[in-house]
């Protein structure tokens, strides 16, 4: 059964340096997506991507994040300075269709930012 | 109010029982429900979509109520490994596009022998 799939599963960094995540979406998906949770939080969304571009972004998504699909199968998340409130969980999601479709996440990056 | 609101739990009930979870959301403009399921400090793992004329997958039901804005998952003859949080998720149009899920906080199960 196809998956998603992240690299690294974690990720130690210190306060203010630059982290991408990495993920592999279903193959055949057209949508992706980024949530994070925080630990003993509920998930958030922060950005859908489609078409190479985003589509929505949520608040927590301001200008220390950005998106990428840098090739036709990874789709990036980096954050260029991060905080140490930036530490949580961060999922990749990808679905087939826009509207009302099914999402499938990843197996998450355990980001630790000290 | 919540955006998508679910008792925290956590529900603890023997092998065999049938256990039920509620949840509520808060816009009306919602298009698409689903419960998810997630295990301790992993991803979110689709157990099923949910549709107005309500539907079943083995011993899982879900329900929804529009006008009352109301969906429910019912477990019937509950595993051992039925023990998880459920979530209950909404895609709608919150702020914008309808592509964007929100999640409740999720109801523990704990199911012993």
């Known amino acids: 059964e196809p998956e998603v799939t992240q690299t690294p599963s974690h990720q130690v960094t210190q306060m203010g340096q630059e982290v991408i995540l990495r993920c592999v979406p279903i193959?055949?998906?057209?949508?992706f997506y980024w949530y994070r949770q925080i630990l003993g939080q509920k998930v958030e969304f922060l950005v859908s991507f489609y078409n190479n571009e985003i589509s929505e972004k949520s608040e927590i998504f301001d200008d220390q994040f950005s998106v990428e699909r840098p090739d036709g199968s990874n789709f990036t998340l980096k954050i260029r300075s991060t905080k140490l409130e930036d530490s949580a969980m961060y999922f990749c999601?990808?679905?087939?269709?826009?509207?009302?479709?099914?999402?499938?996440f990843g197996p998450g990056t355990r980001l630790t930012v000290t | 109010r919540k955006e998508v609101e679910q008792d925290p739990g956590p529900f603890n009930v023997p092998e065999g029982a049938t256990v039920a979870f509620n949840c509520t959301y808060s816009?009306?403009?919602?298009?698409?429900f689903f419960w998810y399921r997630q295990d301790c400090r992993k991803e979110p793992k689709l157990l099923m979509s949910v549709y107005s004329s309500g539907n079943e997958d083995g011993r899982f039901t879900a329900q929804l109520n529009r006008a009352s804005q109301y969906i429910s998952l019912l477990i019937r003859d509950s595993k051992l490994s039925d023990s998880a949080t459920y979530l209950c998720v909404v895609n709608g149009k919150f702020s914008g596009g309808y592509n964007k899920l929100i999640f409740g906080a999720g109801t523990r199960l704990a199911v012993h022998p």
């Open positions: 816009n009306s403009a919602s298009q698409s």
């Open positions: 999601a990808s679905s087939e269709e826009y509207q009302g479709s099914e999402q499938y």
């Open positions: 193959s055949n998906h057209l949508y």
